[in-house]
């Protein structure tokens, strides 16, 4: 059965606003609408995943999702709700970064079915490259008032910002290159739908004007769109101490992913839950009564971060990163620990004081006492490790052991760690220079 998406999408709590005829337009006729992704980097982040999220609705709808990747855009720099210019990438380094981005696209949307609604990827650099600036002030520069885009709120909040910076020409025109996008898109792929966070409305109306001005008077062009994401404590949704949360496995790890949607606040759960996961109405209202009757279990937390990195990263990484996880708070062996690939490891193990020991003193043998004392500062002196030792509290790598033991080159995780624990929280990491 197809799903109604303007309806998915309202008791999801993600769309923000709506051109009149929208929902019509989609109950019509399978559609084609698309997103934008400006290529600043050669990951995706969670910050895209609500276009990202919107798409895949979509295309479970039975309409056709299209992705635009800047190539073209990025060059200049997106105004809406920014504060200064953003810096201009080079060519190479936007093909580098469109690389890396369709890898990631390709797997959360479906691009390979042979179906009509098969997702597609463009870059505006394809079209936009062969735009002479005299051709397009003549052929779109025409077609819009400066008073039009001047009434953007984007465009007033940079004017009137007190910062003094004002707004360069090369950004001012940017909603005149995103609107020619939309109107390509219209031409070429019969494209009747942009969607967006709520800070692209300026630019996507501007989009839709535009396919009016630029075609007959007949031509229909709609905009929606999506709230913009925010913690419940006002902060920056996807922002941590250590930076953006990537889709790349290599710049953020599946554990750390997992670990950021499992600690997020009740209140904030409830709302991801429904906005980043496809479970049914019924489903997510059971686990919002489930999480509100034992808000101990933090049901909801776990759903949705199980979700969300089986979506993202397979269900394969998710049973690692659970795993994981249970190394610093539940039952888990040496074996678990080795299994660990060293991005993960320092993650789980982030914060946890270190110390370097040479290869040769672990490849010869490291008494246990000198381990914990003398060659670590874990602990103060030889009789504190004596001691511990006694008490039976001193583990190597989750496995207890008594005076006597010698930690070797057996020992090492990645051929580089070792992991000291006294008691149940007290860790120490021992890194082979």
């Not at 190479?92 to 079915?113: C, P, Y």
């Amino acid at each position: 059965m197809v799903k109604n998406f303007v309806e998915e999408l309202r008791w999801r709590g993600m769309i923000h606003d709506i051109m009149p005829g929208t929902e019509e337009q989609l109950s019509k006729e399978p559609t084609s609408a698309y997103v934008g992704i400006d290529p600043t980097a050669d990951s995706l982040h969670i910050g895209h995943l609500v276009g990202v999220m919107m798409l895949r609705h979509f295309q479970l709808s039975g309409h056709r999702p299209v992705v635009l990747v800047g190539g073209a855009t990025g060059m200049i720099g997106d105004p809406s709700m920014k504060s200064e210019e953003r810096n201009l990438l080079d060519e190479e380094t936007l093909q580098h970064n469109i690389a890396g981005i369709k890898v990631q696209l390709s797997r959360l949307l479906d691009f390979s079915s042979d179906t009509s609604n098969a997702a597609v990827l463009v870059n505006n650099y394809d079209w936009m490259k062969d735009f002479s600036f005299i051709g397009f002030a003549r052929d779109v520069g025409k077609r819009i008032t400066v008073n039009y885009m001047m009434a953007k709120d984007s465009v007033k909040k940079r004017l009137s910002s007190d910062s003094g910076s004002g707004m360069s020409f090369t950004e001012f025109t940017y909603q005149l290159i995103q609107g020619y996008d939309f109107y390509h898109l219209y031409k070429t792929h019969n494209c009747l739908l942009q969607m967006g966070g709520s800070d692209q409305w300026g630019n996507i109306t501007t989009g839709t004007e535009l396919i009016r001005r630029m075609s007959d008077d007949s031509a229909k062009a709609y905009a929606l769109t999506c709230p913009l994401i925010t913690k419940a404590d006002g902060s920056k949704f996807g922002k941590t101490e250590g930076g953006n949360i990537w889709l790349d496995p290599e710049k953020t790890s599946p554990y750390k992913f997992y670990q950021f949607w499992l600690n997020t606040s009740d209140e904030d759960a409830e709302k991801y839950i429904r906005i980043f996961t496809f479970l049914d109405r019924k489903t997510i209202e059971d686990l919002i009564a489930a999480h509100q009757e034992a808000p101990h279990t933090r049901v909801l937390q776990h759903r949705l971060a199980e979700e969300i990195t089986t979506f993202v990263h397979g269900k394969e990484e998710l049973e690692k990163a659970i795993k994981a996880s249970q190394i610093l708070f539940g039952k888990s062996s040496s074996d678990d620990l080795k299994a660990l690939d060293e991005k993960t490891f320092l993650d789980v193990f982030d914060g946890v004081p270190q110390s370097e020991i040479t290869a040769g003193l672990i490849h010869e043998g490291l008494d246990i006492i000198a381990a914990l004392s003398e060659k670590s500062g874990f602990l103060k002196s030889n009789g504190e490790a004596r001691r511990a030792l006694k008490e039976n509290s001193i583990s190597v790598n989750k496995e207890k052991v008594n005076e006597g033991y010698m930690v070797t080159a057996s020992d090492l995780i990645n051929d580089k760690f070792v992991l000291l624990q006294r008691g149940k929280k007290n860790y120490f990491v021992l890194v082979k220079a």
